[in-house]
Each structure stands twice: as C-alpha cells, then as structure tokens.
C-alpha cells in the first residue's frame, strides 16, 4: 500500500498517538549536551517561531492558609510563611489585568491557595474571568482540584486555560504531598479535558528528585492524550518554613536538560520556563530558550516568590532578538 493509500483509508482516530517510556527519555537526559540542544532546537524550529516568546502574567487572587502540606509552598498552613489573605475583589484583578496587558503580556493567570474552590468562591472567579477576557487578554486558572460540574462552570465563563501541574514524578509525589494524591490531580486534569478548556500541566524540578523521576514526570506529561498545550517547568524556589528550604540546587545544566526533553517530547506544546527565573543569570535563561522554551511569566511577582522585573525581561529580549508573542 502506497503512502498515499494509507493516508486516505486510515482515519486520525486509528493513528496510535507516540507512547514515551522512562528508558528512552533517560536516554535522552544522557545526551551529550550539544547534541540534546541541537535536537530540542530542531524540534523547536519545525513546530514554533524560532524567537517568539510568550508572555504570562500571575496574580495570586487568594494567598495563604491552604488546607494542603505541599513541601515546597509557602502558601500552606502547615509550614507556609505566606500572610493569609481573603480572596481579592473583581475591581483589584482588573487593575491588574489591565496593568499587565498594557506591559504587553498576553495572558493573565490567577491563582488561589486552595485545595479546591467552593462552588460560592466559584462565583466569584467566574466574574474575575469574564472581567480579564473583556479587556482581551487569555485568561487561565489556578484553583486546585475540581468537584464535577465546575469546569464546566469556568468554561461557560470564558476560560481559556486551568492550571494544574502533576509536580513531580508519581514515584516521588508522596514524599513531597501527603494530604492528596496524585491521582486526584489526573482526575481534575480530565475534567478540565474533558471541559474543553485548555490544560497547562507541567511540575517542579530540584526537590530531590532521581533524573529517572525528572524523565518519569515528562513521560506522564508527553503520553496524556492530547499532551498539555502549556507545560510550565518551575525550578524549585526554596521558601523559608517550608520542608523544602534547604533543597540542594540543581545543577543549571540539569535544568536545561529537562526544558529540552520537554521540548522534543511535547513538541506542539508551548513550555514555559517558569518559577526560578530570578535566580538565573541571563547566560542560563538564554540556553533555556535554546533548548525550547517558549512562553514566560512576566511581571515582577509570582504567587509569593519573586520574579525578574520587567527591565531586565525587556533587556535580555533586546539582547537575544525575541519576540514577545
Ligand atoms: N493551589 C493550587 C494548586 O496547588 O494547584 C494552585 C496554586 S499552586 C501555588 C500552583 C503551582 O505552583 C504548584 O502546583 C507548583 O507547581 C507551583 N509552586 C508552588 N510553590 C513553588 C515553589 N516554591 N517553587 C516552584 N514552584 C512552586
Ligand atoms: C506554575 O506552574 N507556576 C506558577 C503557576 N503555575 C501558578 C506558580 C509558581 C509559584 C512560585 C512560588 C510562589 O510564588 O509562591
Ligand atoms: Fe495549597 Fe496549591 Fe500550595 Fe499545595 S501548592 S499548599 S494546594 S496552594
């Protein structure tokens, strides 16, 4: 049977989607470093713009005082050091929102210290995203597990994307989390699938983590069935009060091995080169991008932690040629 013939007898929904196992991203990890570059940017180049850069701004809309024991946020009762805050009114995301569209982001996420929104704060939200889409930004959310019905809910609102990382490998995800599982974050992640609103699911390295659990994360990643269209890779910002403080820091050249094998393994998706920025030189952020980055958080805050100012991201895109897209 010719190329052709197959293309016309064999329907998308026959086309077995790649499946990635452990054994070949280690593999991949264990590239000389020249070689996994030169692949990610190949990757890079025949599915996205080269010098294009995506720019994301983050609010925390609720700070504080969540129910779950998440090692390495500042933001939970049980060790966090983050001032509990009420949720924010719809007039202060809006200046916000409006403050980080005129900067030139693109995007507006708000995120929420809890382990999953009642349906009353849902309303609440659900007003915030209908607010932020009106001046014409993408709106996403980051609010924790989902009860059945409300995805459904965002979506009616307007919600371009939920937020919700799987955060490190499943292997690992209990010496980090005890008060949920991981699987209960692959259920809301179906739910918002199944929504129809876009996931950004990615996770957090330098916690502790093997390199074999670094390329067990990214294959859950890279097999969900669509792959995330947003991958966010934080590096661990260790918070004081937090189990986590103290973390060893990843070798740099370890974290821009696993934005490259996010890169050659989700190659449709955009990766974000998240949390930890502020702490990497300008000579590491630029391999990043080499290695396939291709979206950012911008905006000289995170949800607590901090970020690069504005500046210094406008600087180091002159320097470099990017485009903010
Ligand atoms: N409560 C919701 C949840 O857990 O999904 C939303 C907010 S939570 C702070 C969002 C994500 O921020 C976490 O899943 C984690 O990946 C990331 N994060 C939190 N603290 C971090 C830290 N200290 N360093 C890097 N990433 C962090
Ligand atoms: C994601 O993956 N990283 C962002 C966003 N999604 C919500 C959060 C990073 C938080 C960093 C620590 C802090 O600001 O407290
Ligand atoms: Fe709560 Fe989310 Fe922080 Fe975990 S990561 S403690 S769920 S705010």
Not at 114 to 126: A, C, E, N, S
Not at 276 to 281: A, I, L, P, T, W
Not at 282 to 297: P, R, T, V, Y
Not at 304 to 312: I, S, V
Request: aromatic content about 6%.
């Amino acid at each position: 049977m010719t190329a052709t013939a197959t293309a016309q007898t064999t329907s998308p929904a026959f086309v077995p989607a790649p499946r990635w196992t452990i054994e070949a991203l280690v593999a991949l990890f264990e590239l000389p470093f020249n070689d996994l570059l030169f692949r990610a940017q190949q990757v890079h180049r025949e599915h996205h713009d080269a010098n294009g850069v995506q720019l994301s701004t983050l609010l925390s809309i609720k700070t504080g005082g969540c129910s779950e024991d998440c090692g390495y946020c500042s933001q939970s009762a049980h060790h966090g050091e983050a001032q509990r805050e009420a949720l924010l009114e719809t007039e202060q995301v809006v200046a916000a929102a409006q403050a980080a569209k005129d900067k030139g982001a693109t995007r507006f996420c708000m995120g929420a210290a809890w382990r999953g929104p009642k349906d009353k704060d849902l309303d609440r939200v659900t007003d915030m995203i209908g607010a932020v889409k009106a001046l014409g930004l993408e709106t996403c959310v980051t609010l924790g597990m989902l009860k059945d019905g409300q995805a459904e809910r965002l979506k009616s609102a307007g919600l371009d994307y939920y937020n919700h990382n799987l955060d490190t490998a499943p292997e690992f995800y209990n010496q980090v989390i005890k008060t949920h599982a991981q699987s209960e974050r692959f259920d809301t992640i179906d739910k918002v699938r199944e929504a129809g609103i876009k996931v950004c699911c990615g996770g957090i390295v330098g916690m502790g983590e093997t390199r074999r659990q670094r390329a067990s994360l990214l294959v859950e990643l890279a097999n969900m069935n669509p792959p995330p269209e947003s991958v966010p890779i934080n590096e661990l910002v260790p918070m004081p009060g937090t189990p986590l403080e103290n973390a060893p820091p990843l070798d740099p050249f370890e974290f821009v091995r696993t934005i490259a094998v996010a890169r050659i393994t989700m190659p449709g998706s955009m990766v974000r080169l998240s949390a930890g920025r502020q702490e990497m030189s300008d000579e590491l952020q630029a391999l990043c991008f080499l290695a396939g980055a291709n979206s950012i958080f911008y905006g000289d805050k995170l949800l607590t932690a901090g970020n690069p100012e504005a500046d210094r991201d406008e600087a180091l895109f002159a320097r470099l040629g990017l485009n903010a897209a």
